[in-house]
């Protein structure tokens, strides 16, 4: 009985929110969400407190509730009230903030769902939802790319529902992930959303908030079949990650990282093994706490300065030193830095590829390498290289501290305490059983 009050209140809080946000004034609108979010991040530890962390998969009615929904629930919603705090005035009072709760109230669906008919619907009405906001935004190249996610469900919606082989269901899912995380065709569905800037609604179609799951849940269907993709995953990251450092703008550097990253978390999803799953997890998980808060960051820096040319050295260090620290610990994070929660899951991650021969663990390695080189070019280039007097006026906010602040304390601390955070030992216990 437990378990179903923290779901109704983890989805309930999400619901209600938007009713509440769309129905309010634009100035409480912001606070109104933060409100629904920090009540359903509630929901979903007390879910995994109230099964043991999610060592043993619990169903209640049409949801499942194991270690990946104990591990990535808080994670997805902790990231969303980052980046709902670290939001422009513009689009935390207007409709924009309402918006990303339907869409994290679909995405919990999914993560949740205890059929892959459900999940797939639920990926179905994410991609719907995300599309129509890509077109009344005029983004068209975004909008293609949603629009193939979406068909690509449907078909693996309708084979499923023909009872035709499920592999053919499986694959059709996996492409929709892949195109969904931007890894299929190289980077350009989230170079679609991000050239447009990094605000809240770009980031929300970039980061993996969706299209994961179906990875996971596509694995055991395929068993060996999917070895192909993960090698061309394994070639996918590091160029991805050697494209980021030629980038001039911001966004698509930015793009370019996120690719390698979700082409990481694609190869544990996919790898025939425990602890590739664990793997994944855990980087997913971290992933939606890094790059969402890195994201709002690099968004935060536009605000103040327009979109930086990588080519020159912007010194914003001096007028906002606490964006500085928390950028630079927030990419740090996303390339997997020693005591960061990320590191921990690109060490499971490593020995999964080991296991499959040196060069897959070299490809690895190469990845995340390049990612945090470009992680240090863009911190200095944003915030050194260029003597500035200090302005007032650049230096963050109380509201945006407490968003960086959040996300930075979370991706340090499942750092050096994993066996301490929750989300972390959730994994942990299931991949010792």
């Keep these: ?18 009713i509440v946000g769309t129905f309010s004034r634009a100035r409480e609108r912001r606070w109104a969400v933060v409100g629904a979010l920090s009540v359903a991040f509630v929901g979903a530890v007390g879910l995994g407190l109230s099964t043991s962390w999610g060592a043993h998969a619990t169903t209640v009615g049409p949801f499942l509730i194991d270690s990946v929904v104990s591990t990535v629930a808080p994670t997805m919603l902790l990231g969303a009230l980052a980046l709902v705090l670290l939001a422009g005035r513009a689009e935390a009072t207007g409709p924009e903030s309402s918006w990303l709760l ?10 949740a769902s205890s059929s892959f008919g459900l999940l797939v619907a639920a990926e179905i009405g994410a991609a719907a939802l995300l599309a129509d906001h890509a077109r009344r935004n005029g983004h068209r190249a975004q909008v293609a790319y949603l629009l193939l996610t979406l068909a ?78 993960l090698r061309f995953l394994l070639v996918a990251a590091p160029v991805a990650a050697a494209l980021s450092i030629l980038q001039r703008e911001l966004g698509r550097s930015i793009g370019y990282v996120l690719v390698a990253v979700h082409a990481l978390i ?11 799953h664990l793997g994944a997890e855990l980087l997913w998980a971290g992933a939606l706490l890094t790059s969402t808060g890195f994201g709002a960051a690099a968004n935060l820096v536009t605000l103040r300065i327009g979109n930086p040319d990588l080519d020159r050295h912007h010194g914003l260090h001096g007028s906002a030193p606490f964006l500085s620290l928390a950028f630079l610990v927030l990419g740090v994070g996303l390339a997997g830095g020693p005591g960061t929660i990320e590191f921990v899951a690109e060490d499971v991650l ?17 990845a995340i390498e390049l990612i945090g080189f470009n992680m240090l070019r ?4 944003l915030f050194f290289g260029a003597r500035r007097e200090p302005r007032a006026w650049l230096n963050t906010k109380p509201r945006e501290r407490l968003g960086l602040a959040i996300v930075a304390t979370a991706v340090v601390f499942g750092g050096l305490a994993p066996s301490l955070l929750p989300l972390v030992s959730a994994a942990t216990q299931t991949a010792g059983h």
């Design 1 to 18: 009985m437990s378990i179903l009050i923290w779901v109704a209140l983890w989805l309930g809080a999400l619901t209600a929110g938007t």
């Design 378 to 381: 863009l911190h200095y280039r």
């Design 266 to 276: 694609a190869v544990g999803a996919l790898a025939p093994s425990t602890e590739g």
């Design 350 to 366: 490593l020995n999964t590829t080991a296991a499959d021969g040196v060069l897959g663990m070299a490809m690895v390695v190469l």
């Design 102 to 111: 339907v869409i994290l109230a679909v995405e919990s669906v999914a993560l």
């Design 152 to 229: 690509l469900l449907v078909a693996a919606a309708v084979t499923w529902g023909m009872g035709l082989d499920p592999r053919v269901s499986a694959w059709l899912s996996v492409a929709a992930a892949l195109v969904r995380l931007g890894v299929f065709p190289l980077s350009t569905g989230i170079l679609a959303s991000l050239q447009q800037g990094t605000s809240t609604a770009t980031l929300m179609a970039a980061l993996p908030f969706g299209g994961v799951m179906l990875l996971l849940r596509a694995a055991p269907i395929l068993e060996g079949a999917s070895v192909p993709v």
